[in-house]
């Protein structure tokens, strides 16, 4: 019988963690019984058995282990579970600096009158002294292990005195500053030191204790600190990475929600007098779904991604829906979502927030989508800006549907019910006038929902 191995569950997973074994040790599995929960990179998805037998657990519950290793054995009917296997330990790649180890030379009766030249290197030129400007303009010299000590300490190096040869900052000094005390008195060099005369180092100086308080320590007793999740890890990469990276801009518009809401109570009266609850249900965001889905096409500009030299423009409208969990937020992929018509997304959407929730989505899901919706409504969020998905180059963010008084085509101020969209754009792809024409297109679908019908 194999090994079960850490499966690696979607194209960037290095390790996974086993969140929850649903199996317990000496328990009887079944091929395509569901035997833990692991948890990604993007997700924590269900790890299913490809053979029967017992089950002999090798990683715990809550151990996180690089992708195909060893976690489990399912023994067969009078097979003895192998002891765990013992991980290699990894080989370091050999470099430049360091040779691979040559076999000694054996005795030879003939001895070379001398080296090949080819097997001396030349000496490498010495490194310059690092300096850092300072206040007065003029150079600052320090040695590059006072630069590092300086940097991670946060110690500005013009308010402190070098003790080395000519002014130079040592480590001493920045460590003599970070105790509170004087720096040392700089040591003049001799006038006539002799050529073979190598410079006495320093005697060790013990490091003082730093008083700047650690950033990961709790402020109070009651705080805890909680460690991020493989994928909550991934979420804050790729967030930081699009806002760093990513010039982003934002747009916002208003529509009257008011004629979605009439063909929304139409469509789903006669779901709500179907006892046998076959009948779908169609919620705000499914017709919001199809709107962006339809501007997109409309707007293919819109569509696309920006990618070094050049901006792809896609045929089809993948769209990612963002589903919050528990865990962090995923976006599963409807794809080709321009070809289905309002019921065929509808259901779509149903299907993956189950999957989601139920932790049965496919690593392949969260692949290659184009356009991003977000939606807060729900929570009563009226208006908010979302951060881009990359590779993407826009997100929609759509607000709750709100009743507030307008003013109707004749002047009077009448009760309405508005709902606020917003589009953050990357500017290497979407100028503003796309993004502009985009919502125009998204307002005038959504105000005439009977289009989507068509």
């Not at 470099?95 to 054996?106: L, Y």
């Not at 889905?293 to 829906?321: K, M, Q, T, W």
Request: charged content about 20%; proline content about 11%.
């Amino acid at each position: 019988m194999p090994y079960v191995q850490m499966p690696k569950l979607s194209d960037t997973m290095t390790e996974g963690t086993l969140v929850k074994w649903l199996k317990q040790e000496g328990d009887k599995v079944e091929i395509s019984e569901v035997l833990a929960e692991v948890e990604t990179d993007k997700a924590t998805m269900e790890m299913e058995a490809f053979d029967e037998g017992t089950l002999k657990i090798y990683t715990p519950q809550g151990g996180t282990v690089p992708v195909g290793t060893a976690i489990a054995f399912i023994a067969g009917d009078g097979e003895e579970a192998p002891a765990a296997p013992e991980a290699s330990p990894p080989q370091p790649a050999p470099t430049a600096a360091t040779p691979s180890p040559e076999p000694a030379p054996q005795e030879s009766p003939f001895t070379p009158a001398e080296p090949a030249a080819a097997t001396t290197p030349p000496p490498l030129p010495a490194a310059p002294t690092p300096s850092v400007p300072t206040s007065s303009g003029g150079p600052l010299r320090a040695s590059p292990v006072a630069l590092k000590l300086a940097a991670a300490q946060g110690v500005d190096l013009s308010a402190i005195a070098g003790s080395g040869p000519g002014g130079r900052i040592v480590k001493n000094d920045v460590l003599a500053y970070l105790a509170g005390g004087a720096a040392p008195a700089p040591v003049a060099a001799p006038a006539q030191a002799p050529a073979t005369q190598a410079t006495p180092a320093p005697a060790p100086v013990q490091p003082a204790p730093r008083t700047i308080p650690a950033p990961r320590q709790p402020a109070s007793s009651g705080d805890q600190r909680i460690p991020l999740t493989g994928m909550r890890a991934t979420v804050a990469e790729r967030l930081l990475a699009s806002k760093t990276q990513i010039p982003h801009f934002y747009l916002h518009l208003e529509i009257d929600a008011a004629p979605l809401m009439t063909l929304r109570k139409q469509l789903n009266t006669p779901a709500e007098a179907d006892e046998t609850g076959n009948t779908n249900k169609y919620t705000v965001n499914d017709f919001v779904l199809k709107a962006a889905v339809a501007a997109a096409v409309a707007v293919p500009e819109a569509n696309a991604s920006f990618e070094g030299d050049a901006i792809v423009r896609y045929a089809s409208v993948n769209l990612s829906v963002a589903i919050a969990l528990e865990e962090g937020l995923v976006t599963p992929v409807i794809r080709d979502a321009q070809n289905l018509n309002l019921l065929q997304i509808s259901q779509q959407v149903k299907d993956l927030a189950a999957k989601a929730r139920n932790k049965r989505l496919s690593p392949d899901t969260f692949s290659g989508g184009t356009l991003t919706t977000s939606n807060l409504g729900a929570y009563g969020i009226e208006s908010f800006d979302a951060i881009i998905n990359p590779p993407q180059a826009a997100i929609l963010s759509i607000g709750a549907i709100v009743k507030k008084p307008v003013l109707s085509a004749d002047g009077n101020v009448v009760p309405g019910l508005r709902m606020d969209i917003g589009m953050s754009c990357d500017h290497r792809v979407i100028d503003g006038a796309i993004g502009a024409r985009y919502l125009s297109e998204l307002k005038k679908i959504l105000e005439a929902p009977a289009m989507m019908l068509v």
